[in-house]
Every structure is written in C-alpha cells, then in structure tokens.
C-alpha cells in the first residue's frame, strides 16, 4: 500500500486560502488568515460610513462595523431573517 497518510503536500501553506478552504490550522496559514481578515476588515472600513446597513446583525457582522445600532441589533439578535438563535 502507498503511504496515504500524508496529505496536503501540494498545498500552499501560509496562504489564507489554504486556511479557509482546506482548513489548514497549522501556523503560516493562521497568519495569513488573519493576515487577510485584518486587511478585509480595513478595507470594509475604508467604505462609505453610509454604506453599511446599520442597525442591523448583517452590518456588524458582515461589514464589521462596531457603532452602536450595529452593536445592538447584534447583541439582540435581530435580523430581518428568522434565525434561531
Ligand atoms: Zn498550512
Ligand atoms: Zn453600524
């Protein structure tokens, strides 16, 4: 039998898409996931205040804005889908 224990060789480690689509935990793909969301996050940031639903679960989470409706609805768990929470 071949050695089939050793996977990912081909992967491309400390890649955020080897982290994300093949749930790679080691180190270099960690950093570069975070590496990723932080510039994400920036990038949201960089958007028009206006633009973000605000008040709503989808701006704190989806755009990661942090004011205060955001904050709220998210605390609240109100969003216009019907989620269980
Ligand atoms: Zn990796
Ligand atoms: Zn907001």
């Given at each position: 039998m071949a050695a089939s224990g050793i996977r990912g060789g081909g992967r491309n480690h400390g890649t955020a898409s080897a982290y994300n689509n093949y749930g790679c935990r080691c180190e270099p793909c960690r950093e570069a996931a975070s590496a990723a969301r932080r510039a994400w996050v920036i990038s949201l940031q960089d958007?028009?205040?206006?633009e973000v639903p605000h008040g709503t679960a989808s701006g704190y989470r989806n755009w990661g804005c942090r004011c205060e409706p955001c904050s709220a609805a998210r605390a609240g768990g109100r969003d216009r889908g019907r989620e269980a929470s």
């Open positions: 958007r028009l205040f206006a």
